[in-house]
């Protein structure tokens, strides 16, 4: 691995390894490896570490430990919960989802209509918001379950989770949140969320990778979806990813008091980059709400420019910030949750994402205000859609967009091609 100097604004995408965490999850890499469901005293030590792990992320959520299931990943998390609601209630083929979900949502919802059923993929507003009373009208007698973010990934705008899920509540519906880029940034109680199911993710929060969590609510009716041994109370197969479990535990409570004391830190410098940005960038804008967000997302449109461009003359000064979900990195369309919030495709081709975390300093976003602009500058001034570049002003900007975005479309299509055939 390279250990260069590097500026990390990627915090939505995943985050590095507390030290805290790493060193809560060794010994049970070199000595509590024992199978915490076997019989013998090594084993009933591991699997009391499981179990305070399992009470840690529960405080997190404020939750009863007994309501927590541990998961492989958030993917697995949300897919788990549609798929018991629609086991649960046979008669119940109908799923209402919103379009600017994560694609663990968006690709499942795509699978299960494969399947048969029936998705609602509610639409939002230009700033990402959504229309409750439109989630009103969509929910139907054979509706299994809502299930909406409780912020987006891409610009960290806030779904009224409560609203929704008292709505579902009132309606006999079973409500889902995916709330996997929001612990330690805000304050999270199931209760007065009042949802049935909840997802996260521990890389999300300074743990690694691979370990994710599904809240249940208790007396919620739970079919497993990965069927095999006991483990969980009967409610997920497999045997126990021990050491990611324990680190998982460690960084829920970290994620608790960085709540309390990182977050405010947090949104200032993100602040700071914004109104930088804004000031000494022309035309550039923010997508979604600004007061209603995460406090650690700014998700910029550069007008005139390629977000993939931008990010590649970032990354050669040590710069790492992304143009949305990781999960849709190399893939020529533009992001579906910006085309939901009604941009062009060209716009949205220019927006990049910048995602702060507790490791961020002063100093990093001096450096990324530092080197953005002349970036900027630079791919402008070469661009063939900057109406005010001097080789453009005689020749149809709007016909060279319109061909820039035709050439787009067919080497999409030509990549969509070759996933189907590899
Ligand atoms: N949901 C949201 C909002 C996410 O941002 C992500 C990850 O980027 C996921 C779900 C998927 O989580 P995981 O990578 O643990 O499967």
Same mark, same amino acid.
């Given at each position: 691995?390279?250990?260069?100097?590097?500026?990390?604004?990627?915090?939505?995408?995943?985050?590095?390894?507390?030290?805290?965490?790493?060193?809560?999850?060794?010994? #049970?890499?070199?000595?509590?490896?024992?199978?915490?469901? !076997?019989?013998?005293?090594?084993?009933? +030590?591991?699997?009391?570490?499981? +179990?305070?792990?399992?009470?840690?992320?529960?405080?997190?959520?404020?939750?009863?430990?007994?309501?927590?299931?541990?998961?492989?990943?958030?993917?697995?998390?949300?897919?788990?919960?549609?798929?018991?609601?629609?086991?649960?209630?046979?008669?119940?083929?109908?799923?209402?989802?919103?379009?600017? %979900?994560?694609?663990?949502?968006?690709?499942?919802?795509?699978?299960?209509?494969?399947?048969?059923?029936?998705?609602?993929?509610?639409?939002?507003?230009?700033?990402?918001?959504?229309?409750?009373?439109?989630?009103?009208?969509? $929910?139907?007698?054979?509706?299994?379950?809502?299930?909406?973010?409780?912020?987006?990934? +891409?610009?960290?705008?806030? #779904?009224?989770?409560?609203?929704?899920?008292?709505?579902?509540?009132?309606?006999?519906?079973?409500?889902?949140?995916?709330?996997?880029?929001?612990?330690?940034?805000?304050?999270?109680?199931?209760?007065?969320?009042?949802?049935?199911?909840?997802?996260?993710?521990?890389?999300?929060?300074?743990?690694?990778?691979?370990?994710?969590?599904?809240?249940?609510?208790?007396?919620?009716? #739970?079919?497993?979806?990965?069927?095999?041994? /006991?483990?969980?109370?009967?409610?997920?197969?497999?045997?126990?990813?021990?050491?990611?479990?324990?680190?998982?535990?460690?960084?829920?409570?970290?994620?608790?008091? /960085?709540?309390?004391? %990182?977050?405010?830190?947090?949104?200032?410098?993100?602040?700071?980059?914004?109104?930088?940005?804004?000031?000494? $960038?022309?035309?550039?804008?923010?997508?979604?709400?600004?007061?209603?967000?995460?406090?650690?997302?700014?998700?910029?449109? #550069? %007008?005139?420019?390629?977000?993939?461009?931008?990010?590649?003359?970032?990354?050669?000064?040590?710069?790492?910030?992304?143009?949305?979900?990781?999960?849709?990195?190399? !893939?020529?369309?533009?992001?579906?949750?910006?085309?939901?919030?009604?941009?062009?495709?060209?716009?949205?081709?220019?927006?990049?994402?910048?995602?702060?975390?507790?490791?961020?300093?002063?100093?990093?976003?001096?450096?990324? $205000?530092?080197?953005?602009?002349?970036? $900027?500058?630079?791919?402008?001034?070469?661009?063939?859609?900057?109406?005010?570049?001097?080789?453009?002003?005689?020749?149809?900007?709007?016909?060279?967009?319109?061909?820039?975005?035709?050439?787009?479309?067919?080497?999409?299509?030509?990549?969509?091609?070759?996933?189907?055939?590899?």
């Amino acid at each position: 691995m390279s250990q260069d100097r590097f500026y990390y604004f990627d915090n939505n995408a995943t985050t590095r390894v507390a030290p805290e965490v790493a060193d809560a999850m060794i010994p #049970f890499l070199r000595d509590g490896w024992a199978n915490p469901s !076997s019989a013998y005293r090594i084993a009933n +030590e591991v699997h009391k570490a499981v +179990e305070n792990a399992r009470a840690q992320a529960a405080t997190l959520i404020k939750a009863d430990p007994k309501e927590v299931i541990f998961t492989s990943c958030g993917t697995e998390s949300n897919n788990a919960a549609i798929h018991s609601a629609l086991v649960t209630q046979p008669g119940k083929r109908h799923v209402i989802t919103t379009s600017v %979900e994560h694609s663990a949502n968006i690709n499942y919802a795509e699978f299960l209509r494969r399947q048969g059923y029936e998705v609602t993929l509610l639409p939002v507003e230009s700033d990402g918001s959504l229309d409750i009373h439109l989630l009103e009208k969509s $929910i139907r007698p054979d509706t299994a379950i809502v299930s909406a973010m409780l912020a987006n990934n +891409e610009t960290g705008v806030l #779904f009224p989770i409560e609203e929704i899920a008292a709505l579902c509540r009132s309606k006999g519906v079973l409500c889902h949140t995916d709330a996997v880029q929001t612990p330690g940034k805000l304050d999270l109680d199931v209760k007065s969320l009042g949802v049935d199911f909840l997802s996260l993710s521990a890389h999300k929060i300074y743990a690694p990778k691979g370990i994710g969590l599904l809240y249940v609510k208790r007396r919620t009716r #739970f079919q497993p979806y990965v069927i095999g041994g /006991h483990q969980e109370r009967g409610r997920r197969g497999g045997t126990e990813n021990v050491p990611h479990i324990i680190g998982f535990g460690k960084a829920a409570e970290l994620a608790c008091h /960085h709540f309390k004391s %990182e977050y405010a830190r947090v949104r200032k410098l993100r602040d700071r980059l914004e109104q930088e940005i804004l000031r000494q $960038i022309p035309n550039t804008f923010v997508n979604g709400d600004r007061e209603n967000r995460l406090p650690n997302t700014s998700n910029i449109a #550069f %007008e005139f420019v390629e977000a993939e461009a931008v990010l590649m003359l970032l990354d050669q000064v040590g710069i790492c910030a992304s143009s949305g979900s990781a999960c849709t990195t190399g !893939s020529l369309d533009p992001s579906h949750v910006l085309m939901a919030m009604g941009l062009t495709p060209m716009r949205a081709r220019g927006c990049v994402r910048f995602s702060l975390g507790i490791y961020n300093t002063d100093e990093d976003v001096d450096y990324l $205000i530092r080197h953005l602009p002349p970036i $900027i500058q630079k791919l402008r001034d070469i661009s063939p859609l900057n109406p005010s570049h001097p080789d453009n002003q005689n020749y149809d900007v709007e016909s060279a967009r319109a061909k820039h975005e035709q050439d787009l479309a067919e080497a999409a299509r030509k990549q969509d091609e070759q996933a189907i055939s590899a």
